[in-house]
């Protein structure tokens, strides 16, 4: 299902700047360049490239995916799932959550539960569960950093691209009357850097942080809930643990789990 924020996001920015151009009465055909097209996108491309090793670059493709992709992250439904286990744990012990691990689908909670069911060390489990949200931390910002780096490339190769043209029409002088044109040619390059940057790859990677930054605080959530569980935690406690992550104002919409 699409993201449909970022799709519209991008639909309205760029309808926004078409309707601007027509509404000074432009003519669109006249902002087509192909050679600035080339240079921006080719070079912002390839600086990028330059910026980061493969492994990151191959990342961008699945990138775009998330970015226009709907990742819903239900809060709530995870903080009752996991009162709900601590309730059970307190009744019947820990290993009664074996059970559960065949319905979660979640990685990051089935391996959580795992190692609570296997009975290792409660440090063990805060330590190895810190580790893989760091890891996942990390290849997050690789990834957003590739595309935020696309943003601060391309408006310099818009500079890059004007620089040339305006090289070109200098340097081919025929027709003096013809001068302005060929100078407002020239610009549609600085128009094109600046326009993919603030309309696209920003955007873009500020669209990937944020999503981060949801499914940290899940992951964040899970661990807690775990570890509470674990330690046999009363799960109205529990409950106020995890529902500490969340705004007060959000918080306070949510009705209570515990029986």
């Excluded at 992250?73 to 799932?81: A, E, S």
């Excluded at 025929?174 to 610009?187: E, T, Y």
Aim: aromatic share 6%; with cysteine; proline share 3%.
């Amino acid at each position: 299902m699409f993201d449909i924020t970022s799709v519209l996001g991008l639909i309205l920015s760029f309808g926004a700047l078409l309707a601007g151009i027509l509404i000074e009465g432009g003519n669109l055909m006249s902002y087509i360049g192909i050679s600035a097209g080339v240079i921006i996108f080719g070079g912002t491309i390839g600086a990028t490239m330059v910026s980061f090793p493969m492994s990151s670059i191959m990342l961008v493709p699945r990138l775009l995916v998330i970015a226009f992709t709907e990742q819903k992250f239900d809060i709530p439904d995870t903080i009752k799932r996991l009162v709900g286990f601590s309730e059970r744990a307190r009744r019947e012990g820990i290993l009664c959550l074996e059970a559960e691990l065949a319905n979660t689908t979640d990685d990051f909670l089935k391996s959580g539960l795992q190692l609570v069911i296997d009975g290792t060390d409660p440090t063990l489990v805060r330590d190895t569960l810190e580790t893989k949200i760091a890891f996942v931390a990390e290849r997050h910002h690789q990834g957003a950093s590739v595309i935020e780096a696309a943003g601060g490339y391309a408006p310099t190769m818009g500079i890059v691209g004007t620089v040339l043209g305006l090289i070109n029409v200098l340097s081919n002088i025929k027709n003096p009357s013809q001068l302005a044109g060929a100078i407002a040619v020239a610009f549609i390059a600085t128009l094109y850097g600046i326009g993919t940057a603030n309309l696209l790859w920003l955007p873009l990677a500020a669209k990937l942080k944020a999503k981060h930054e949801s499914e940290q605080l899940v992951k964040h959530i899970i661990m807690e809930g775990i570890l509470s569980l674990q330690s046999g935690d009363n799960p109205r406690i529990v409950e106020q643990k995890l529902r500490a992550f969340l705004a007060r104002s959000y918080s306070k919409s949510i009705a209570s789990f515990t029986k």
